[in-house]
Structures are given as C-alpha cells and as structure tokens.
C-alpha cells in the first residue's frame, strides 16, 4: 500500500496523543489497514519523516514495561521539546526534578523532595502550583509516578535522551541486556550491572538465571499494576532549551572531562 490517508490518520494520532499506547496503536492499525503488521506501517510512515528528521520510536516504560509509540525528533542536540504553555518557572522545576532523578542511587525522587525543590527556583512557585504541574507532566507522559516516586516518563526517554547524555555522561546506565541507557532497573548487589525490569523478566521467562553479567541470584522484582502507575505527554511541540540543572545536583554530577 502507498503512503496514503490512513498513514496519516495514524500519525496524526501519535502527535496528538505524544505517546501512544502499542495496544492502541495495534487496535487502530487494525481498523484503518485491515491487518496487524504493525512493523510495516511504522516502517511506511518513518520512510515519510526521515527527510523531515523525524521518527516514530517505540519505547517501553522502564517501570511498567509497556510499550508507546513516540513522536520524535532524530536531530540530536541539547534541547527538549516541551509544550509552550508551560511557564519558565515550571520548566525550571521539571529540570531539578530530571537531575535529582538522573543522579540518584535508584532512578527515581520522592514526591516531597519534588515540592522541597520549589525552594531552589529564582522565581516563587507554590507547593500547589508545583503539584499541579507535575500531575500534567505526568499525564503526558513525560514523567512516570508510583507510589508517591516520580520516574522518567517515555516521553523523556524518547526524546530527551541525548540531552541526558550530554549533560549527565558518569550517571548514564547502559542495560546488561539490551545495551540501551537505562535510568530504573535492577542492579546487581555483586557486580552492580544494571538492567532493566522488563528485559529481566524477558530474561528469567527464556530460562536466564540470576544477574546476566555475573550470574549472581537477583531478588524477585514486583511489577506495579498500572492502577498504580501514571505514565505523562505534549500534543503540540516547540523547541525550549532546557538549562543547567541544580547547584545542589551539579555538584553530585560525573561530567565527562573529570
């Protein structure tokens, strides 16, 4: 099939909906195409985008392991696209709470120390503003809450990556198993190699035991139910360049020429 109206429709879909759910996107694929190869309509749509330097990436959620399709830049540089509605301020805040999450020991921040965070802005922003916020952000997708933790969303994994790289190269994992970065997963107490969750349990289902590096026995890992679970996303995208992070975090950072 050439590239027509339902290719269209598909992709003005993922845009609106900045990261849709693969089930979704199956079911829709289904509707429009009368078929399930979803590989090949990607494929057809990305052969679209690359003159535009644009892509659709399917990425999993590392706390979840569902799997979104993902509106992207392919254009790697040191700027998030974030929708303009958001303030400088609330910009400011997402960007403490990515590096308080990137220079963790666990991959991820307490809720309370995303409102103490208010606190380091130059420019006042409440508690309930800051709150607010942070429900939108997860909503779109861009972070991934549980149990009171806020996470790096899909959103930011698909397209912020290489900012993360730049920025934060000593505190960037890479999974034992799929070689991607990775930022939550499961770390092994012996040889601390990181992997993550979902590829572990792929790993442990195909007859894999215990670390995949050293083999050490790895603890059982409880997936959160999705009732549990809030994944963020933007529906319209302009450049915002996102600054330097925390003097509090900076501090903590393994930069590349150290």
Same mark, same amino acid.
């Given at each position: 099939?050439?590239?027509?109206?339902?290719?269209?429709? $598909?992709?003005?879909?993922?845009?609106?909906?900045? /990261?849709?759910?693969e089930?979704?996107?199956?079911? $829709?694929? +289904?509707?429009?195409? &009368?078929?399930? &190869?979803?590989?090949?309509?990607?494929?057809?749509?990305?052969?679209?985008?690359?003159?535009?330097?644009?892509?659709?990436?399917?990425?999993?959620?590392?706390?979840?392991?569902? %799997? @979104?399709? +993902?509106?992207?830049?392919? +254009?790697? &540089?040191?700027? #998030?696209?974030?929708?303009?509605?958001?303030?400088?301020?609330?910009?400011?805040?997402?960007?403490?709470?990515?590096?308080?999450?990137?220079?963790? !020991? !666990?991959?991820?921040?307490?809720?309370?120390?995303?409102?103490?965070?208010?606190?380091?802005?130059?420019?006042?922003?409440?508690? #309930?503003d800051?709150?607010?916020?942070?429900? *939108?952000?997860?909503?779109?997708?861009?972070?991934?809450?549980?149990?009171?933790? @806020?996470?790096?969303?899909?959103?930011?994994? /698909?397209? %912020?990556? =290489?900012?993360?790289?730049?920025? @934060?190269?000593?505190?960037? =994992?890479?999974?034992?198993?799929?070689?991607?970065?990775?930022?939550?997963?499961?770390?092994?107490?012996?040889?601390?190699?990181?992997?993550?969750?979902?590829?572990?349990?792929? @790993?442990?289902?195909?007859?894999? $035991?215990?670390?995949?590096k050293?083999?050490?026995?790895?603890? #059982?890992?409880n997936?959160?139910?999705?009732?549990?679970? &809030?994944?963020?996303?933007?529906?319209?995208v302009?450049?915002?360049? +996102?600054?330097?992070?925390?003097q509090?975090?900076?501090?903590?950072? *393994?930069?590349?020429?150290?």
């Open positions: 099939m050439d590239y027509g109206k339902q290719h269209k429709t $598909l992709l003005q879909t993922i845009i609106h909906e900045g /990261a849709l759910h089930d979704n996107g199956k079911e $829709l694929v +289904i509707r429009l195409f &009368d078929h399930n &190869d979803t590989t090949k309509v990607l494929n057809e749509i990305n052969a679209q985008l690359q003159p535009l330097y644009m892509v659709i990436k399917c990425v999993n959620c590392e706390v979840t392991g569902q %799997l @979104y399709w +993902i509106f992207a830049n392919t +254009i790697e &540089d040191k700027t #998030a696209r974030l929708h303009p509605e958001f303030s400088q301020v609330e910009l400011a805040l997402l960007r403490n709470v990515y590096s308080e999450i990137v220079t963790s !020991n !666990n991959g991820y921040v307490s809720s309370t120390l995303c409102l103490n965070l208010c606190s380091m802005l130059s420019v006042k922003l409440s508690k #309930a800051a709150e607010q916020f942070l429900q *939108k952000m997860v909503d779109r997708k861009w972070l991934c809450r549980k149990d009171g933790k @806020y996470y790096m969303g899909v959103r930011s994994l /698909a397209e %912020l990556l =290489q900012y993360f790289k730049d920025t @934060y190269d000593g505190n960037i =994992q890479i999974c034992t198993l799929c070689d991607q970065e990775l930022f939550y997963g499961e770390k092994c107490k012996e040889c601390f190699a990181m992997t993550h969750v979902y590829c572990l349990e792929n @790993y442990a289902r195909n007859g894999g $035991l215990g670390c995949p050293c083999r050490l026995p790895t603890s #059982a890992h997936r959160p139910n999705d009732n549990n679970v &809030d994944c963020m996303d933007v529906e319209d302009s450049q915002i360049e +996102i600054y330097e992070t925390t509090s975090s900076r501090r903590r950072l *393994k930069r590349r020429h150290e």
